[in-house]
């Protein structure tokens, strides 16, 4: 089954073609890696499968089902794409649990496991807003994982993250996708995309096209 299935797919903003013509067919349950230089057009593509924009022609399916007409948004869908909006006077507990509560599938206890999963401490009783950027990029890690989608669109996820904290990202990422999810990760960082990767594609100038990358 095709986990995305683009077709044609243009966007146009300000009389500028920010994605052309995109074709893209991915298959469930894999992991792929997305490359480009600033501004070619990456995140953008991740926000048309995510439902974020819609497209000036063409179209894009997700699971079988035409993002725009059949879905306002894909189901099931996890993502980080640029920066993730929490609440800054909330914990990250709190700002977790306020997201849970739209489809209220997680316990508290779920909640704070997944806080522990990305190495932070459920407990910890700081609003967000004095969060450390690497401990911010954790909780939207978090954020993404913790209703267990079935794609994980992930724009830098390793962004302003040490070593242990690059190790964890990409030990997480191999687990959510040996549980099944497919996983769609965007890195100007090469090893990310090496390391996790089977099939690539480099964005440039909002055109895609699947490549091979050196190791």
């Known amino acids: 089954m095709l986990a995305v299935d683009m077709h044609d797919y243009t966007k146009i903003i300000k009389k500028r073609e920010i994605l052309k013509n995109v074709n893209l ?24 499968i995510s439902g974020l924009i819609m497209p000036t022609s063409g179209s894009v399916s997700v699971f079988g089902k035409e993002v725009g007409k059949e879905i306002p948004f894909p189901d099931e869908m996890g993502l980080i794409i640029e920066n993730v909006g929490f609440w800054p006077h909330y914990t990250g ?15 508290d ?32 890690i978090a954020q993404a994982v913790m209703e267990q989608p079935k794609l994980l669109l992930l724009d830098e996820p390793t962004n302003a993250l040490d070593e242990d904290g690059v190790a964890l990202v990409r030990k997480i990422i191999r687990e959510e996708n040996d549980r099944g999810a497919t996983v769609i990760l965007a890195s100007h ?17 909002g055109v895609l096209k699947e490549e091979a990358l050196q190791a």
Do not use: W
């Not at 459920?122 to 939207?140: E, H, W």
């Open 109 to 140: 206890g779920e909640i704070r496991d997944v806080i522990a999963r990305v190495g932070l401490d459920p407990m910890d009783k700081r609003a967000y807003r004095k969060y450390s950027l690497g401990m911010k990029q954790r909780l939207g």
């Open 25 to 48: 067919q991915l298959e469930a349950g894999g992991i792929y890696g997305l490359y480009g230089h600033n501004g070619s057009g990456k995140s953008m593509l991740m926000r048309a």
């Open 93 to 107: 507990f709190e700002n977790l649990k306020a997201l849970a509560s739209i489809r209220g599938k997680l316990t």
């Open 189 to 205: 960082n090469q090893e990310d995309l090496t390391s996790l990767c089977a099939k690539f594609y480099k964005m440039n100038d």
